[in-house]
């Protein structure tokens, strides 16, 4: 089998203070005839020539063997005959130049080739690495104290003791940084930020929780593999970042791009510049604002003397001779501003309709201008809040690469909150609010382990002829059907329809259950009857019939015997068992020896041995010899609060149930009661009935006179 091809990246971080006391070293170089990197970490508490010294040994060996490692050397041997080197090379130094303490020296070293890493080191360094799990979790792991539990006391003569091998997989990352980053910023947020960001912006992203004045070396490797999609490479966190530049960017132009009015303005503006014109106008406007001061004066006056001789008249006068005054005394207020108005200059009439002019463009100007600002505002604020949301799904995310389900809740419970306060009338801004609920809504489903099934593939249909189906089951590889007017029914798949295979006086089939190439059936006659079907024969037999006023509500065939479910009232209630040789039963026996008030409201029965009774409300209860036993049900979300049908068998570890309200299959392990799916899907109507083949990896579901076939992803 070929071996998988790995994509290897990296990024580094070197930063020196000018007048640090420590030396901060940190490089990655691509080994030239193989796909791999050499990289490091280095830091000395010194600034002395050796420390420089030994920084530059480091970095030379290291950069020859990036460019000299061949495809047909043993990688392994090259990496130890460089730390050799490197090692002699540092003890010749030490003999000639002055030494700091050995203990001040940090350093991990390594080399990534195809799917290996190997590494060395001394003293204490952060050498975080993260191996990615087949479930998708992480594993992390603290590289610095593996090298410092088998180093031998390291010296001058023999820097470089310790080397560590390990094989890479796809999402693997390994970190060094000569910083604790685990005390700068909680684990959980370092490890999901290196998982999700590629390297380079992981590395900008650490940075920013230093001071600027800090002597910093760090090194990211980052294990990917070579068929993965440009989509899935990129971060999310860049991409949306990225977004948030380009709108807050388009808000900026969007206020400084020209407009007619602000053309307008600037064009005004600059004819003002002329000083004789300003004073020309001026003057012009000073002889404008005292006329109409002049004509506004004596508007007043007459109005003030129209209202006394109105009051006056109004005591002394009839109406009639009040309004025709009233009439009067406009027409002549009328002519009298026409006059005023008149005896202008022609300038002046020309200035104060401009002046009329301007202050409308201004007036307008002013609200749209206004109206503007408030549209931006309304931007920035529901680009911050769609943000926080983004924000909060994304760490939602983080938190389920750890698992932590409890932690995804309460951050995606909050995320809706925080989105459906969100209120926008705009088009763009609800298409963008939709997408994020969606995504928030695919998350969700995740944590509820819901598989949304778009399009379920119908496998038949009945015809307007044939009468309505109520069972199925599965039988040697082949789906039956029982439905009503006496009528069985085998499924075509080549026709996507159903064949008629048998009839009787058995009126309608309701609860179908097979074992030993017999399908045994109930009816809802009003005794309910026991109904045996040779699939072989294609005979049809009456087997054993309900005391009269009993109530069958369901069966389940194991081992050559039938189990029946009888919901009685209160104690009443029992199960009941059957042997079945052929197509005879022989005389039922009460199989509970304990009955409880629980089994009043029971629909539907299970067996594998032990027996699992299904409750209408959705709970479910385990007999074991009869007696109840205590089994815990995992929650739910949706809560179950309704079922129809229950179905297990000794070769499955799980249990399914049918939820007809909810228009969904839930699977639960069955030892621990713990959820392992949902399959949903709108599409799912007046579900009746369905049957599991995890040989095939399949549901088939039996409603409105359909047979859908949902794929059981869960086990693949």
Known sequence: MEEEKLLLKTAVIEENRENGR??????????????????????????SAFAQTVAEIVRDRFNHLAATLQESTSVSRCFEQTLEIINEEIANQSNEMETFPVEHLNAVVGLAVDNTMY????????????????????QVFNLARSIQNEQAG??????????????????????????????????????????????????????????????????????????????????????????????????????????????????LFTFFKDQRIIWRLARNLTRI?????????????????????????????????????????????????RQKLGRLPKTSKYLLLAAVAVIIVI????????????????????????????????????????????????????????????????EENQSRIDKVRSE?????????????????????????????????????????????????????????SFDQIASGDFGSATKFTFDG?????????????????EVASKTVKAAASAPTGEKWVDLYAYADRLYVLSPGTGLTSQIYKFTRTGLELSGQTSWIKSPINELVDAVSLAVDGTVFVLRSNGKILRFVGGRDVAWSQGSVEPELTSANKIWTSVDSSYLYVLDQTGQRVVVYEKESGVLKAQYHSSSFANLEDFVVDEAGKAIYLLGNGNVYKVGLEFLK
């Not at 930020?193 to 929780?209: C, E, I």
């Not at 009040?322 to 406009?330: D, N, P, V």
């Open 440 to 496: 928030l809504e695919a998350t969700a489903n995740g944590l509820r382990k819901i598989t949304e099934i778009e399009n379920p593939e119908v496998l038949a249909s009945k015809t307007a002829e044939q009468p309505n189906l109520r069972t199925i089951t599965l039988a040697d590889g082949e789906i039956y059907a029982g439905g009503d007017n006496n009528n069985l029914f085998q499924l075509n798949k080549s026709n996507k």
């Open 154 to 267: 390291a010296n001058w003569q023999k820097l470089f003791v310790v080397v560590l091998d390990g094989t890479l997989n796809p999402g693997d990352i390994f970190c060094i940084c000569n910083h604790d980053l685990q005390q700068e910023m909680p684990p959980e947020e370092l490890h999901s930020l290196l998982a999700t960001l590629p390297p380079q912006s992981a590395a900008v992203k650490l940075r920013q929780y230093f001071p600027l004045e800090t002597d910093l070396s760090l090194s990211i490797l980052k294990v990917g593999s070579s068929d993965e999609e440009r989509s899935q490479v990129s971060a999310p966190a860049s991409i949306k970042q990225l977004q948030a530049s380009r709108e807050q960017t388009k808000r900026v132009l969007s206020d400084q791009k020209p407009t007619f009015f602000k053309t307008f303005f600037f064009w």
């Open 119 to 138: 590494i060395s080191g001394t003293g204490e360094l952060v050498a975080i690495f993260l191996h990615k799990l087949p479930e998708g979790r992480y």
């Open 22 to 47: 420590e030396t901060a070293a940190a490089f990655t170089w691509p080994v030239e005839n193989r796909n791999g990197f050499v990289f490091g970490v280095l830091e000395a508490k010194s600034r």
């Open 517 to 533: 190439g017999v399908i045994a059936f109930l009816d809802n006659q009003t005794n309910p009857t026991i109904n045996l079907f």
């Open 363 to 426: 007036i307008f100007s002013v609200l749209l201008i206004s109206h503007g600002h408030q549209a931006s505002e309304e931007r920035a604020a529901f680009e911050s809040a769609i943000t926080k949301v983004e924000s909060l799904h994304d760490a939602a995310e983080s938190a389920l690469i750890y698992k932590d389900e409890t932690k995804a809740k309460n951050i995606l419970s909050q995320a809706k909150t925080a989105l459906e306060a969100i209120v926008t009338d705009n």
């Open 289 to 337: 604002i005292i006329s109409s001061v002049v004509v506004i004066f004596f508007m007043l006056r007459d109005l003030i003397l129209w209202v006394l001789n109105l009051s006056r008249r109004l005591i002394s006068s009839d109406r009639k001779e009040i309004f025709t005054s009233a009439t009067s005394r406009l027409s002549n207020g009328t002519f009298l501003v």
